[in-house]
């Protein structure tokens, strides 16, 4: 049985809480998609949005998460995309998640 850690609650809700915003996360993560044509193609192809569709849902959460599902998919796109980003992989995951 897992003994409750106040101490380790209260670093676990700070991690938390410093984690970027995920919609704005995604908006970047999307910028380094689009950055390499290649990777663009992929990424319209894998997910079925056409350019048009893609502009007309930035803000929506589920193509914003189909950004970072794209990249979570992928894990040398993930990895460069979280050292392009100044973030941690974990971080577009965590995004990820919360959209």
Avoid: N
């Amino acid at each position: 049985m897992l003994a409750y850690s106040p101490r380790k609650a209260l670093t676990i809700a700070r991690a938390s809480a410093s984690l970027p915003d995920p919609a704005a996360t995604a908006l970047q993560a999307l910028g380094w998609v689009l950055g390499d044509a290649p990777r663009a193609e992929r990424f319209l192809a894998l997910t079925g949005l056409t350019p048009d569709e893609l502009r007309a849902g930035l803000g929506d959460a589920a193509v914003q998460g189909a950004v970072l599902e794209f990249l979570c998919g992928h894990e040398a796109d993930l990895i460069a995309a979280a050292e392009a980003l100044g973030l941690a992989p974990a971080d577009l995951a965590a995004a990820r998640e919360k959209l």
